[in-house]
């Protein structure tokens, strides 16, 4: 057991401190992040490991997630100084095949749908929320 004990007059004697689920995802991402920042496979499997855990685990735990894929997308903005590259890296890809040229700019270059600026990256919201339909 973790946590706090006390004794039999319910007077706390340990604490023993644990991670927190933000410190388990730094602890997964920090180091893959830094390393792996000029990799576009890289940025794209972990978009795509955030954004699986976005849609399987509850929603408490959501904060922390969009926190990294925020980071995921300012790394990006920040490594990849050709267009093209930006937004293969902003596609996620679990599979580690890659979406072609095309696919992934189609679907980034569909400006009649809500953006956000991340940097200096244009993403548009579809990426943002995962809409199946760009990215069958």
């Known amino acids: 057991m973790i946590g ?4 039999s007059e319910g007077r706390l004697r340990l604490v023993v401190a644990y991670p927190a ?7 997964v991402f920090d180091e893959i992040c830094y390393c792996g920042e000029h990799s576009v496979q890289v940025m ?16 408490s735990r959501d904060p ?4 990294w894929e925020e980071r995921l997308q300012a790394t990006i ?8 590259e930006k937004q293969e890296a902003s596609v996620e ?6 979406v072609p040229r095309r696919q ?3 679907a980034y270059n569909k400006l ?16 943002l929320t995962r809409d199946k339909e760009l990215f069958p």
């Open 104 to 106: 992934a700019a189609k």
């Open 64 to 67: 922390a997630l969009l926190h």
């Open 93 to 98: 890809d679990r599979q580690g095949l890659g």
């Open 4 to 7: 706090e004990f006390r004794d």
């Open 77 to 84: 903005a920040r490594s990849f100084e050709d267009l093209e």
């Open 21 to 27: 689920w933000e410190d388990f995802l730094r602890l």
């Open 44 to 59: 794209r499997h972990m978009m795509a490991l955030v954004n699986d855990l976005i849609t399987r685990l509850p929603e």
């Open 112 to 127: 009649s749908l809500p953006s956000k600026i991340y940097g200096l990256i244009l993403v548009p919201e579809a990426v």
